[in-house]
Each structure stands twice: as structure tokens, then as C-alpha cells.
């Protein structure tokens, strides 16, 4: 069985989807990460986040995986676990243009696929249900207005010792969103047989409920 999560930046996907896979037993995959993982690779190269034939040279150099601990999902560039790196400002501010490379979707796309593949798995991401896993049996649109999700960031960051003021964060979700819907190759958009769940007003446990109504009577 197939779950797919998609929607804008922080409304909370990451945290929904890795509840309802441990609900489930299912596998948990964030793409997001993926493309977090090869701008932190032309970042560590010094390689342009727009020069596609660097970034593509780097990728063929290097090898991206996954584990599944018990603290959730970990990313490693080659042996190096960097799945606290790629959450830097830097990185979350320069993904959507690493992420509208078209050679570098096809190759992230088919690593999707292929995880997909043989097992039960809730993917999140922006084109899971449009693209990458278009027959899933579940699809769920997750949203919330950017001031809840600015806001929600916010404490997550105080949480973390990153002081970013609201506003900044604001206007760093509402760029990152106008890029991933606006870029050419599989836009953040909603698939037409999704189910969309505004998360403004909920806490996490309603979201997880709401979700978990959805898959018990789609799945
Ligand atoms: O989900 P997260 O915010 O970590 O995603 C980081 C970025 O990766 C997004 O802003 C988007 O540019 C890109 N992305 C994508 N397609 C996906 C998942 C993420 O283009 N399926």
C-alpha cells in the first residue's frame, strides 16, 4: 500500500506522515530530504545550485541513502550521516532551485520509485501524488495558511536555539512555495483525486486522526 503526502513548506507533512508510518508499520521516506541532500552536496563542492551539469557530475560521484532508526529517517552522502545538515538556512533557502533541475528530479524520482516499490510505504513531498507514486491508494494535500506554518516554525526553531524572526520566515515559506509551484518540471500542486486537510486549526493528534479516517476508508 501506497501513502502519499504532499503540500507547501511546513505544514507539518514530515511529522504527520512519520506518525501514521509508525501507526502502520509502513515505511517512511521524506523526498524532501533527497533534494536537501544534493544541494548540500554542491554546496559542500562548491558547485552553482543552478549549474546542472556540475550538480549531475557530483551525483554520479557520490551515492545518497537512507536508514530507517528508531529516531526516525537518516540521510547519508556517501558514508557521512548529514541528516542535520541539511536543515541549515542555507540549504532550506537554496533547494527550490536544485529541486527544479529536470535531470535531477528524473534521478530522485526513480530512487522514490524504487524504495516504493516492494513494500508499504507513506512518502511525503510535493509530487508523490501527481508523479512519483501517481496510483498510491491514499493522497492527502496537507495545508495550512502561511502564518500558522511561520508560526510553527518559529517555536520549533526557539526550541532548537535559532532565534529567526517571524516575518523572515514568513517570507522565506511564501518564496519557497511560489518556486516549487511555479518551476516547470512536476509543480507542488494538488493531484485531482487528493484529499485536501487544512491543518491550520488542528493539533497534530486531530491531523493524525483525520489522516488515519481517510486511510482506513480509502486504503
Ligand atoms: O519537504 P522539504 O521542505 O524538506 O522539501 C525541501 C524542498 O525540496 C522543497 O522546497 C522542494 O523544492 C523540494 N522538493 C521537491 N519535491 C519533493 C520534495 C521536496 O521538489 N517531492
Redesign the pocket.
Known sequence: MQIAIDGP?SAG??TIAKLIAKNLNFVYCD???M??TVTLLAKKNNVGYGDTLGILKLMSEHKIHFTNEIDGQHVFLDEEDVSKDIRTEEVTNN??QV?AIKEVRTQLVQMQRDMANDTNIVM?????GTT?LPNAEVKIFLIASVEVRAQRRYKENLERGINTPLKELQDEIAA?DYK?SHREISPLKKADDAIEVDTSDMTIEEVVKKVSEIVNKQG
Open positions: 513548506a507533512k514530515s523526498t524532501g530530504a533534494y536537501r533547494v527550490s529541486s511525503d513531498g510535493r509530487d508523490i512519483v519557497r516549487d
